[in-house]
């Protein structure tokens, strides 16, 4: 209540303060890309109506929604388990906001390329039973990723 007074007049209202209440949770990273076995730490945070946000990523539940692709731990550490790609998810407030963010999972580049004078440059030069025939498509393949 705030009142005041001038004189013989007087005056008073009642002020009501409204807390901010959350607008929106988002995931970071948008999007991430990691190789088999690495992994990928992601963030909730949760936006006030005030403008002000607040790191969550502890008090949320995290998921995958394809865990044969990537884990997701309780802290959000996802971990690349085979090559696809799937969703990192966080709920927050039971199911009162959700985001997401999204992973990439590779297999590593191989760091060796077979090569025989009897292969084919048509291979994919990763095993002996594959190779190329020459060091330029071996090479080849090892700058294109």
């Known amino acids: 209540m705030i009142s005041a007074a001038s004189g013989s007049v007087t005056g008073s209202t009642a002020v009501v303060v409204n807390s901010p ?19 990928q730490q992601f963030t909730a945070t949760l936006s006030y109506s005030d403008g002000s946000s607040v790191n969550v990523s502890a008090t949320v539940a995290w998921s995958s929604l394809n865990y044969s692709i990537a884990s997701v731990t309780t802290s959000g550490l996802a971990g690349g388990t085979t090559s696809g790609s799937t969703a990192i998810q966080a709920t927050w407030g039971g199911n009162v906001f959700t985001a997401q963010g999204s992973i990439t999972v590779s297999a590593p580049l191989p760091n060796t390329w077979y090569v025989s004078p009897a292969g084919n440059d048509a291979n994919n030069c990763l095993s002996s039973s ?7 498509q071996a090479e080849s393949l090892s700058a294109a990723g």
Do not use: R
């Open 21 to 39: 209440v959350p607008v929106s949770l988002v995931v970071t990273p948008a999007t991430a890309s990691i190789l088999i076995g690495a992994q």
């Open 130 to 136: 594959a190779p190329c025939q020459t060091i330029a």
